[in-house]
């Protein structure tokens, strides 16, 4: 199939003006790194305006999970948007909603069964954290205001979803000053195959004693710790954590937003462990990566706590707060996930993963290279070029974006073997041509 491009002039001053007027995520305005651009996407495949095309080995930031231009979620979001793209929810409710919030509440762990929804990750995450603070100030206990959580993780970049990132090595050290102060665990150190010892839980098992009093909850994200370096740990450190938090009257929070639809081998990660948290955020993936939504999940113990507490409402209300064709998105991607056999497409990519990125141990400075479900990751000895990374997988044909000492991939799960072995093969090739 012949895709549309550009020609050289319009690509010209299309990257022209963007260097001057568009900021970028993670990036400068005075030193804008190359960015690429895309005419049309399709399958697993991005075009670009020069008539190239990349294999999305990334998912578009791990939400991209069916591919591009899928003609369910296309017909979905056609057919909602003739009826209205948009309405308020404050007041308001439309079957979207209901029957997103029917299949979410069928799916999560119980007694999950409350759902608040949300505009994006980060939202949801700011939501969890009101949630939960709102909850004890609901039942008398005031002084519990602080959030427990272990080092290594990433929560989003709103100020108290930054505030449980990671202190030191996470991307929002600067804010340190302005940030409320939170309790950091040393991060899991178990590998997710690790034999359990006792250690490994003593750093949490010890703040959580000491602090509990000014706890209002717990958050992690569950058995993968995602842009804070892809580190995957035993579900048994999630165990104890939830024992942990029980006893000390501590509310747990799961960051299931880049973890959440499959990604691990389980449609929720905290199913490995056979947990489940208080309190569950949920996004990426949730829409099949068509737009921006969010859901946080909480129990009737909460809720009831906080509508029947003063001020008898839970304080916070997005404009764009289940936004209909975003929910009708969210229903038709969930349901296709669900109508496909899942489970063997990420036990595919994970053999496949497996056996074509464990060659890459014997390739360099590579610290280390793991696998867990559709997630792949080559861990290098030091810090990724990421100029470089992106410009030599371009040139084969693939698209990633590394971060820090981590080359990974996470490919939509309707990925071929062949594209996939594309997709491995450039991590392969950015190993050897030393992009660091």
Same mark, same amino acid.
């Given at each position: 199939m012949k895709h549309a491009s550009m020609d050289t002039r319009s690509i010209e001053e299309l990257l022209a003006y963007d260097r001057e007027h568009i900021w970028h995520p993670y990036a400068s305005m005075g030193h804008q790194s190359v960015v690429y651009p895309v005419v049309s996407a399709s399958s697993v495949r991005l075009n670009l305006a020069?008539?190239?095309?990349?294999?999305?080995?990334?998912?578009?930031?791990?939400?991209?999970?069916?591919?591009?231009?899928?003609?369910?979620?296309?017909?979905?979001?056609?057919?909602?948007?003739?009826?209205?793209?948009?309405?308020?929810?404050?007041?308001?409710?439309?079957?979207p909603a209901r029957e997103l919030a029917?299949?979410?509440?069928?799916?999560?762990p119980r007694p999950l069964d409350k759902v608040f929804f949300c505009d994006c990750g980060s939202v949801s995450v700011e939501v969890a954290i009101k949630m939960a603070v709102q909850y004890w100030h609901a039942i008398g206990k005031k002084e519990k205001t602080k959030l427990i959580t272990v080092k290594s993780g990433y929560h989003g970049d709103t100020f108290l979803a930054m505030s449980v990132c990671d202190?030191?090595?996470?991307?929002?050290?600067?804010?340190?000053?302005?940030?409320?102060?939170?309790?950091?665990?040393?991060?899991?150190?178990?590998g997710f195959d690790d034999p359990w010892d006792d250690r490994y839980i003593k750093s949490f098992e010890r703040l959580i004693r000491e602090h509990h009093q000014s706890l209002a909850a717990a958050i992690l994200e569950p058995i993968v710790?995602?842009?804070?370096?892809?580190?995957?740990?035993?579900?048994?450190?999630?165990?104890?954590?939830?024992?942990?938090? *029980?006893?000390?009257?501590?509310?747990?929070? @799961?960051d299931e937003i880049a973890t959440g639809f499959g990604k691990? !081998? $389980?449609?929720?990660?905290?199913?490995?462990?056979?947990?489940?948290?208080?309190?569950?955020?949920?996004?990426?993936?949730i829409t099949g990566g068509y737009m921006s939504l969010a859901a946080t999940l909480t129990t009737e113990k909460v809720s009831d706590a906080i509508s029947n507490g003063a001020p008898g409402l839970f304080m916070h209300g997005p404009t764009f707060m289940a936004n209909p064709l975003a929910c009708a998105v969210a229903v038709a991607s969930i349901r296709l996930l669900l109508s496909m056999p899942w489970q063997d497409a990420?036990?595919?990519?994970?053999?496949q993963l497996t056996a074509e990125l464990s060659p890459c141990r014997r390739l360099g400075p590579v610290a280390d290279v793991r696998v867990l479900g559709a997630i792949g990751?080559?861990?290098?000895?030091?810090?990724? *070029?990421?100029?470089?990374?992106?410009?030599? @997988?371009?040139?084969?044909?693939?698209?990633?974006?590394?971060? !820090? $000492?981590?080359?990974?991939?996470?490919p939509p799960y309707i990925i071929s073997d062949r594209d996939l072995s594309r997709v491995t093969g450039a991590i392969h090739h950015v190993v050897k041509a030393g992009a660091f």
């Open positions: 020069d008539g190239r095309e990349l294999i999305d080995g990334i998912s578009s930031w791990w939400c991209a999970i069916h591919g591009y231009n899928h003609p369910a979620l296309n017909e979905a979001a056609i057919t909602q948007i003739r009826a209205m793209s948009h309405v308020m929810f404050g007041g308001l409710t439309h079957q029917a299949l979410l509440v069928d799916l999560a202190p030191v090595e996470g991307m929002h050290q600067m804010f340190q000053g302005i940030l409320p102060a939170q309790t950091f665990a040393d991060a899991p150190q178990c710790q995602g842009a804070g370096g892809m580190r995957f740990y035993a579900p048994e450190y999630l165990r104890r954590v939830r024992d942990l938090c *029980d006893r000390y009257e501590v509310l747990l929070i @799961c691990t !081998g $389980k449609l929720f990660a905290c199913e490995h462990a056979g947990i489940s948290p208080d309190i569950m955020c949920l996004g990426k993936a990420i036990r595919r990519i994970e053999g990751v080559v861990e290098l000895e030091r810090p990724v *070029d990421v100029v470089k990374t992106v410009r030599l @997988c371009a040139e084969q044909g693939v698209w990633l974006r590394p971060f !820090g $000492k981590i080359l990974y991939t996470i």
